[in-house]
């Protein structure tokens, strides 16, 4: 599946974005959908991931009670709602997908998207 992400852009701290990723070429609905992310001089690291059906969906700590992943197949669109933006939560941030969701959780995706950037100003 091809994923395209959008929405980054440039953010007051305490504030909101919502990212975007729309995926094609394959069946949306096969695919457990995920986010990570990577600041400058860090590895990419885990942000969330949520099943084909949307049923369960896991965070990472350091987002947990802020973001919020979301998916809508008939759209075939996940999205990841953050909200109380910290300074820290500035990086590119990527969306994956793969069939299995022990794959996503663990950044073994088959799938990528290009990234989005997110910076947030203090």
């Known amino acids: 599946v091809q994923l395209q992400a959008s929405g980054g852009g440039l953010v007051q701290a305490g504030g909101s974005l919502r990212l975007s990723c729309v995926g094609s070429?394959?069946?949306?609905?096969?695919?457990?959908m995920g986010w990570f992310r990577q600041a400058p001089g860090k590895e990419r690291e885990f942000v969330a991931a949520?099943?084909?059906?949307?049923?369960?969906?896991l965070y990472a700590d350091y987002v947990k009670d802020r973001f919020t992943i979301s998916r809508d197949n008939a759209k075939n669109t996940v999205y990841l709602q953050m909200n109380k933006l910290k300074p820290e939560d500035t990086a590119v941030y990527y969306c994956?997908?793969?069939?299995?969701?022990?794959?996503?959780?663990?950044?073994?995706?088959?799938?990528w998207g290009q990234g989005t950037q997110v910076t947030v100003s203090s």
């Open positions: 949520i099943t084909w059906s949307g049923g369960n969906a």
């Open positions: 070429g394959r069946t949306f609905e096969d695919y457990s």
């Open positions: 994956t997908a793969d069939p299995q969701y022990l794959a996503v959780i663990r950044g073994l995706s088959e799938s």
